[in-house]
């Protein structure tokens, strides 16, 4: 029997993807992770107590290594299955909110201590309230999830932690790699992907240097701001993704061309950045 044929058994289904999940090697938490528990067609209609037990489980053990314990309320499983939300939400959907959620806002949603505030997915318009609160007995801070729905304006006077899905747009690292094929900027590959002329460029440059991008193209002014939200969140980690290029580089491509050479190559995408720095940056990592 295939992985996506298992019958909405909770206990059968879940001791079977956990064994595809060790076969294949998917580490807990990505989105590859995300996607191998909760977008197989047995997961498709209404979410049930069943499935949001599964998915407390499986977040749960993402969140510990920050210290949260999460926890979905009765009200929850009533209100994301509610008809005021529209289009149903799906058990999938909230799985991704909470792989975008713990990537972005683990780390700072932990910090916070106990307080309140809201998960916002504004790629599905699904909102969930959360209340942090310290559990007297593991000394753990849980994260109860009060309710959920979808709505677009959503207001609240709570801090807000909104994630989003910046689709086909790569990371860090893959833009460095493609500004050296293309040899130009990173802010040239910014450039290149608002035209279908030019994204052409990078998917034949992705080609050369192994990034992975889907062939479409979306909406000019979409994808310019999403490209400079990532730019901005990202700005204080240029120098370990040039670092991370540069191994990817060496590593992948060797004879090709020298360290110094694939070194010069990615100062050249940034300003005022010292290839001889980034060698010996590059040294002291990976020697």
Known sequence: MKINEIFENMSYTGTALKKAERKKGIQPGTTEWFQHWFELPYMKEDVS???????????????ARVGIDVEFTRHFLDRVN??????????????RLFAKEYKQWGKPIAAMGPD?????????????????EINPRTKMLDLVA??????KDF????????????GNIPNLVDLILLAVALKTTVAGVKILFK???????????ADSVGVKLANKIQREDTKDEMMARMLANQKNRFWDAAVEALHRLVTSQTGRQSLG??????????????????????KQKYS
């Open 49 to 63: 107590q069943g499935q949001l037990n599964a998915l407390e489980k499986i977040v749960d053990k993402v969140f």
């Open 261 to 282: 050479g694939y070194a010069f190559d990615i100062s050249r995408s940034f300003k005022d950045m010292d290839s001889k720095e980034l060698i010996s940056a590059y």
């Open 146 to 151: 009060k309710s959920v729905m979808r709505k």
């Open 82 to 95: 509610d008809e005021r939300n529209g289009e149903p939400i799906s058990i999938q959907e909230l799985g």
């Open 116 to 132: 309140q505030a809201l998960m916002k997915d504004l790629e599905s318009d699904i909102n969930v309230p959360f209340v942090l």
């Open 195 to 205: 035209t279908a002329q030019g994204y052409k460029k990078l998917l034949r440059a």
């Open 155 to 166: 207001r609240t006077s709570n801090k807000v932690f909104a994630v989003e899905d910046f």
